[in-house]
């Protein structure tokens, strides 16, 4: 159903741990424990208690010059005079450093331990990471990736002058990679914010941040300048298992701690927020990615009102389709749920998906995309080929049928939802009723061996339609022996091994 592009090696470009050494090889920042000299003192001036304080907290800041005077007022003209200067001047400003004080489990075993065949000590490790962001209004919103903040126990936001600000997430999207903070309305000016919507390949691009922020040990901003090498671009993160879409692609420098900081045009307007860099060394080879600031403006919108990200839903199920006359493939209609938006206008299995509120359709991802930025509620323009005709449509909006229907919790940790046909188009299930597995702890997951998305239809050898169903003979058979459930994944069905529940 998706493109798949394979790429050598994805890497978020922040939550940069202190102490990073410069060129390491990295997965993802964030995920790192410090192991180099200067994390010692960066980690010392972050106390447990109180507001964290990050490493260039602790001197004044040492403004130079050129961030003191803008460069207008010091008369600086001719080649010196450039728009990288006017519209980095226009930003920086608005951007702030993010540190983020994260508790880990630390596993400690010595040579000696292993000799006496002592159990490994486990300890609680208090890690400081950082990451970038930028304001987007006067009431304190500061916008940054999810995958700067997340699993943070708690969050300062340090702004140029060093003034360090208490943050509260506000909502998150795994998903997006965005994340909404608040801080103290006014403290930190607004970006002047542009649009990603008429980018042109080759028009220059600054991406500014604070990378390796602990280790250069300053609150300042930095800058890096390129162009936009490529807009529409999707990557394949392999190794997370998760897809980026529609991303901006740049050689403009990002490096770890410049996630969540803004991309801006040669107008002074932020037209992307860095996210992610294509590398093999750990720094910036000139492959850098950006979430449009439409889309991220859009996410952010939704995590403020309803402290999550609505997901759209139209009845359709998309697959390519592989042609003879061109090397790309075909994205046709391969389901349609009954009394859903799609089905109501009339589109059909088979029907060719051109064009979706303007954007043209070469993947099932182009398609998801294009709702996505649409957002719930919103109507959008398809047009779709059927025998060789183009029609068009209009189609509203919908929330995904998943995510409003009812949860059932039929035993501790494990939450099902009724199957309907338009849940089975949603998740591309093969089977039209039963019980989703919507969330299940980790110990139901261990005892069951299920996970989320599978679809129970049938307990000890008895059916089940719905999760009512499911909820009935898990409490009628709750003390009396062994059960084992029959479930469906991805069209094949399996048993668990009997277990008991009280």
């Not at 880990?104 to 040579?111: A, E, K």
């Not at 914010?193 to 922020?213: H, R």
């Amino acid at each position: 159903m998706r493109r798949r592009i394979l790429v050598p090696l994805v890497l978020a470009a922040s939550s940069f741990p202190v102490g990073l050494a410069v060129g390491s090889r990295l997965a993802r920042p964030a995920d790192r424990t410090p192991d180099v000299a200067p994390a010692a003192s960066a980690a010392a001036a972050v106390p447990d208690a109180g507001t964290p304080r990050p490493a260039f907290a602790s001197a004044p800041s040492r403004a130079t010059p050129s961030q003191a005077t803008p460069a207008r007022e010091r008369g600086l003209a001719g080649p010196r005079s450039t728009p990288i200067v006017a519209a980095a001047e226009q930003v920086a400003p608005s951007v702030v450093s993010i540190t983020v004080i994260s508790t880990r489990t630390v596993t400690r075993r010595s040579l000696f331990d292993e000799f006496l065949g002592m159990v490994p000590r486990q300890f609680e490790r208090r890690v400081p990471s950082l990451g970038s962001g930028f304001a987007i209004d006067d009431r304190g919103t500061i916008l940054t990736n999810e995958h700067v903040v997340a699993g943070g126990d708690s969050i300062v936001v340090a702004d140029m002058s060093g003034a360090l600000h208490r943050a509260e997430v506000i909502g998150s999207d795994p998903l997006t990679d965005i994340a909404v903070l608040q801080i103290r309305p006014g403290a930190v000016p607004a970006a002047p914010l542009g649009t990603s919507s008429d980018l042109v390949v080759g028009e220059p691009a600054i991406a500014i941040g604070n990378p390796f922020g602990y280790v250069l040990a300053n609150a300042e901003a930095t800058v890096t300048a390129g162009v936009v090498s490529g807009v529409g671009r999707d990557i394949l993160d392999r190794a997370e298992g998760k897809l980026s879409a529609d991303l901006i692609q740049t050689d403009a420098a990002i490096n770890p701690g410049n996630s969540g900081g803004p991309l801006v045009s040669a107008e002074g307007r932020v037209i992307g927020v860095n996210a992610s860099i294509l590398s093999k060394s750990g720094g910036s080879e000139g492959i850098g990615f950006a979430i449009p600031i439409d889309r991220a403006l859009r996410i952010a919108a939704e995590l403020r009102e309803f402290g999550q990200v609505r997901r759209p839903w139209v009845g359709v199920e998309p697959q390519s389709v592989e042609t003879k006359r061109s090397r790309f493939p075909r994205t046709e209609i391969r389901r349609v749920a009954p009394n859903s938006p799609a089905g109501e206008a009339g589109l059909a299995e088979g029907d060719e998906l051109l064009v979706v509120d303007g954007r043209p359709i070469t993947s099932p991802l182009d398609w998801e995309v294009g709702l996505l930025d649409a957002g719930v509620g919103a109507a959008v323009e398809v047009q779709y080929r059927r025998g060789g005709r183009i029609r068009s449509a209009r189609l509203r909006i919908e929330e995904l049928p998943s995510e409003q229907a009812e949860r059932v919790e039929v035993v501790r940790g494990l939450e099902l939802i009724s199957v309907t046909p338009g849940i089975a188009v949603e998740r591309s299930l093969e089977v039209e009723s039963g019980a989703l597995v919507a969330a299940l702890s980790a110990r139901a997951a261990r005892v069951t061996g299920m996970r989320e998305g599978d679809v129970i239809v049938g307990i000890n050898r008895r059916r089940v339609d719905t999760a009512e169903d499911a909820l009935e003979l898990f409490r009628s058979l709750a003390g009396s022996g062994r059960i084992f459930v029959t479930y469906n994944r991805g069209g094949r069905y399996y048993n668990t091994w009997p277990f008991q529940i009280g």
